[in-house]
């Protein structure tokens, strides 16, 4: 029999040697992360960027932490009202998730006397969420429902604009469906 080398019984004592990783748990960044700044209302940009209203109906615009349109459109075209802000205290790369609370009902709170509006939310420009009232989009039926919509941050801001769009009201309809929206609220971070 060959005797083995101390050579060998070091090289084979490598690989049998047990591993030890030593790891540190991930950060919860996801849950630890302030929340990013969205501005009261107040300090948004409201402006009719599409048709024009009617001159009779409710008002339009911000009211405390809701933005709403209950003023109703013309026969011979709809509107669209835009409220923009800019989102600051951003992760660039970084996903993040808001709720929104949108609600509306039939003009006059009438089905058959009213036409249809509807909801947008952008950032940066892109849409990241459309419904129109009476289809499923925002819940086929009058009330108010919350949605969760997500983005990723292209950098430290990004612009939020929500936009509510009155149809235009068609023969013998004598209102246009009313649409709030409430202020958006982010998720998984620390309010500041």
Do not use: H, K
């Amino acid at each position: 029999m060959s005797a083995v080398s101390r050579r060998a019984v070091a090289r084979g004592a490598v690989w049998s040697l047990p591993v030890v990783a030593v790891g540190a748990a991930a950060p919860a960044f996801a849950a630890s992360r302030p929340c990013p700044t969205i501005p009261p209302g107040s300090d948004w940009n409201t402006r009719i960027t599409a048709g024009r209203p009617s001159s009779i109906g409710g008002g339009y615009g911000w009211g405390g932490s809701t933005f709403s349109v209950f003023r109703d459109a013309t026969t011979s075209g709809g509107f669209t009202l835009t409220s923009s802000t800019t989102i600051s205290g951003l992760i660039p790369g970084q996903t993040y998730t808001m709720e929104v609370a949108i609600g509306w009902n039939y003009g006059n709170s009438s089905a058959s006397s009213s036409t249809a509006a509807g909801a947008r939310i952008r950032v940066d420009g892109t849409e990241v969420f459309s419904g129109q009232t009476r289809t499923a989009d925002l819940g086929g039926t009058p009330g108010t429902r919350t949605y969760t919509v997500t983005f990723t941050a292209r950098g430290e801001t990004a612009s939020l604009d929500l936009e509510i769009y009155v149809l235009a009201r068609t023969f013998g309809r004598s209102a246009s469906d009313d649409v709030y929206i409430n202020m958006p609220t982010f998720t998984n971070c620390i309010p500041r």
